[in-house]
T-cell receptor, first 109, second 113 residues
Framework: GQQLNQSPQSMFIQEGEDVSMNCTSSSIFNTWLWYKQEPGEGPVLLIALYKAGELTSNGRLTAQFGITRKDSFLNISASIPSDVGIYFC?????????FGTGTRLQVTL | NAGVTQTPKFQVLKTGQSMTLQCAQDMNHNSMYWYRQDPGMGLRLIYY???????DKGEVPNGYNVSRLNKREFSLRLESAAPSQTSVYFC????????????FGPGTRLTVL
């Protein structure tokens, strides 16, 4: 089955730094979603994108729906310790989601 | 409003045993999903139910069965558990409208010995 290519696989950053991660696919998606998962928990929806080229913010998080509809980007500004977790992208067609393999973010003080 | 709930939280089975994972949502959502999550593999769709009374296979359905008991509840059954089914299982739901924003439960961690 298809999975999205998500990079980087992991990141170690210092508190206060900005973070960028991206997700690419060989297929077109109608919707891109970004989730965060903390240890022992289920994924939590952060941002949803519905139109090619759309840029959406949620606090310190900003995500973009690529023009080709085959990619998406997530940026986190001024990282804080509670940003630690695994970030997943997901592309939607009809009623199903296809998930990326995740970017593990570690924040050091 | 509890969202999506799953039981049990942890389970250990022996090879060949059967069990049912329970999922319920109180958001009046039409669609429900079962995923498994393995290290380095992201989430993979096992089965889904687009609406009450319908179920469809996802990416990795072999070895599983599902039942959409009513609009609230969607169960996943392992008839004869195998070590390859050791995983974390997540249930999710979405309103079933154009926006496919899925909301996840806390997961069931299953170990098959």
């Amino acid at each position: 089955g298809q999975q999205l290519n998500q990079s980087p696989q992991s990141m170690f950053i210092q508190e206060g730094e900005d973070v960028s991660m991206n997700c690419t696919s060989s297929s077109i998606f109608n919707t891109w979603l970004w989730y965060k998962q903390e240890p022992g928990e289920g994924p939590v929806l952060l941002i949803a994108l519905y139109k090619a080229g759309e840029l959406t913010s949620n606090g310190r998080l900003t995500a973009q729906f690529g023009i080709t509809r085959k990619d998406s980007f997530l940026n986190i500004s001024a990282s804080i310790p509670s940003d630690v977790g695994i970030y997943f992208c997901a592309g939607s067609t009809a009623s199903k989601l296809t998930f990326g393999t995740g970017t593990r973010l570690q924040v050091t003080l | 409003n509890a969202g999506v709930t799953q039981t049990p939280k942890f389970q250990v089975l022996k090879t060949g045993q059967s069990m049912t994972l329970q999922c319920a949502q109180d958001m009046n959502h039409n669609s429900m999903y079962w995923y498994r999550q393995d290290p380095g593999m992201g989430l993979r769709l096992i089965y889904y139910s687009a609406s009450e009374g319908t179920t469809d296979k996802g990416e990795v359905p072999n070895g599983y069965n599902v039942s959409r008991l009513n609009k609230r509840e969607f169960s996943l059954r392992l008839e004869s558990a195998a070590p390859s089914q050791t995983s974390v299982y997540f249930c999710a739901s979405n309103p079933g409208l154009v926006k496919n924003e899925q909301f996840f439960g806390p997961g069931t961690r299953l170990t098959v010995l």
